[in-house]
């Protein structure tokens, strides 16, 4: 029986910078091009109720371009883990209100059962990887 631990390892510190930064960057382009131009009402199947659904998703996006920006200065595993259980927190208050609120209008009737599957499988995803962050927390107190 083999008792060694096997040790995953974790990409360079620089390639992890490259990283946060890459997804900070899209975060911010999302939020320029929902709230500024086109705007979300250039998107022909968002409805007026977009508008309830909103504030969530832009304070989403912020709390990601926040986290990101804090890995570049400090990516410890249990760091990284507390802000990843914040902004997918923060990502299940949206994936609910998108639920509640639902404002989309597709042409078709089955896109809007792919729509509600996809919201649901995305909640459900979305709670395991909570559960993982909070795993990765206790895993790694001394960081």
Do not use: C
């Not at 960057?25 to 977009?50: C, H, K, Q």
Request: hydrophobic content about 55%; proline content about 3%.
């Amino acid at each position: 029986m083999n008792t060694s631990a096997t040790t995953r390892s974790r990409p360079s510190r620089a390639a992890r910078a490259f990283g946060y930064t890459i997804a900070a960057v899209v975060n911010s382009v999302l939020l320029y091009l929902i709230n500024v131009r086109p705007g979300w009402r250039a998107v022909p199947f968002l409805t007026e109720d977009t508008s309830q659904v909103l504030a969530l998703v832009n304070l989403s996006l912020a709390a990601g371009i926040a986290a990101d920006l804090l890995y570049v200065l400090h990516d410890a595993p249990r760091w990284k883990a507390l802000g990843d259980l914040i902004t997918t927190g923060i990502s299940i208050a949206v994936l609910a209100r998108l639920w509640t609120v639902f404002p989309f209008a597709f042409d078709a009737e089955q896109w809007t059962l792919v729509a509600r599957t996809v919201l649901v499988v995305a909640m459900a995803g979305s709670a395991i990887a909570m559960l993982v962050d909070l795993v990765a927390m206790t895993r790694h107190r001394t960081a």
